[in-house]
T-cell receptor, first 114, second 108 residues
Framework: ETGVTQSPTHLIKTRGQQVTLRCSSQ?????VSWYQQALGQGPQFIFQ???????GRGNFPPRFSGLQFPNYSSELNVNALELDDSALYLC?????????????FGPGTRLTVT | AQTVTQSQPEMSVQEAETVTLSCTYD???????LFWYKQPPSRQMILVIR??????QNATENRFSVNFQKAAKSFSLKISDSQLGDAAMYFC?????FGAGTILRVKS
C-alpha cells in the first residue's frame, strides 16, 4: 500500500509568482485535504476535495485554489504569492470527509517566498 | 468559529513515566470527532488516537488514552510508560481544526 506522497519537497518562489503543489493520495482514499503549517504552529485547513468536488474551505482567499483528479490525486495552486505564504503545505487523504475519518498525511512541501 | 486550544507549548517527561497533554475546544455541533496527531521532527504526521463525541467511553490505544469531558469540552491525552520515541509535537484536532501543538520532550 502506497502512502501519501507530495511533490516537490522544497520550492523557492518570488513574490507575485504562481505555484502548483501536487499530492498523491493513499490507495483507496477518495478525499484529500490541504493544510498550511507555519513554523511552530498547527496546520490551518485550506480546503478539502471529495470525489473531485470542493467539499469545505477554510479562511483562505480565492488565490488559493485546488483540483482533484479522477484517480483522487490533487493539486494546490497559489496565485500572486505573498511573503506570508511561506510555510509547510501538507496534504492528507482519508476514506471520507476528514471531519470524521483518520487522515493520512504526506511529508509536506516547504514553500519559501522571497 | 470553532477553536482548539492547547495551553501547554512544551512538556517534559522522564522515560517510563506518565504525562498528560491538555486540549480544550469550542464547537456548536453535537456530533463530531476528536483526534490526537503526532508529528515527529522532520517526519510525517500520524494519528495517535480518535474519539467519537457521542461515545461516553474514553478511547484507548495501547499506552495512549484520552480523558474526554464533553460538557467541559476537554480532550486530554495521557501517555503511559513514556518512551524516547514518543518525543514529538502533538496536535489536538476537532474535525478539521488543529490546535497550536505541544512539544513533548522525553528524558532518559
Amino acid at each position: 500500500e502506497t502512502g501519501v506522497t507530495q511533490s516537490p519537497t522544497h520550492l523557492i518562489k518570488t513574490r507575485g509568482q504562481q505555484v502548483t503543489l501536487r499530492c498523491s493520495s493513499q490507495s483507496g482514499h477518495n478525499t484529500v485535504s490541504w493544510y498550511q503549517q507555519a513554523l511552530g504552529q498547527g496546520p490551518q485547513f485550506i480546503f478539502q476535495y471529495y470525489r473531485e468536488e470542493e467539499n469545505g474551505r477554510g479562511n483562505f482567499p480565492p488565490r488559493f485554489s485546488g483540483l482533484q483528479f479522477p484517480n483522487y490525486s490533487s493539486e494546490l495552486n497559489v496565485n500572486a504569492l505573498e511573503l506570508d505564504d511561506s510555510a509547510l503545505y501538507l496534504c492528507a487523504s482519508s476514506l471520507g470527509t476528514a471531519k470524521y475519518y483518520e487522515q493520512y498525511f504526506g511529508p509536506g512541501t516547504r514553500l519559501t517566498v522571497t | 468559529a470553532q477553536t482548539v486550544t492547547q495551553s501547554q507549548p512544551e512538556m517534559s517527561v522522564q522515560e517510563a513515566e506518565t504525562v498528560t497533554l491538555s486540549c480544550t475546544y469550542d464547537t456548536s455541533e453535537s456530533d463530531y470527532y476528536l483526534f490526537w496527531y503526532k508529528q515527529p521532527p522532520s517526519r510525517q504526521m500520524i494519528l495517535v488516537i480518535r474519539q467519537e463525541a457521542y461515545k461516553q467511553q474514553n478511547a484507548t490505544e495501547n499506552r495512549f488514552s484520552v480523558n474526554f469531558q464533553k460538557a467541559a469540552k476537554s480532550f486530554s491525552l495521557k501517555i503511559s510508560d513514556s518512551q524516547l520515541g514518543d518525543a514529538a509535537m502533538y496536535f489536538c484536532a476537532v474535525k478539521l481544526v488543529f490546535g497550536a501543538g505541544t512539544i513533548l520532550r522525553v528524558k532518559s
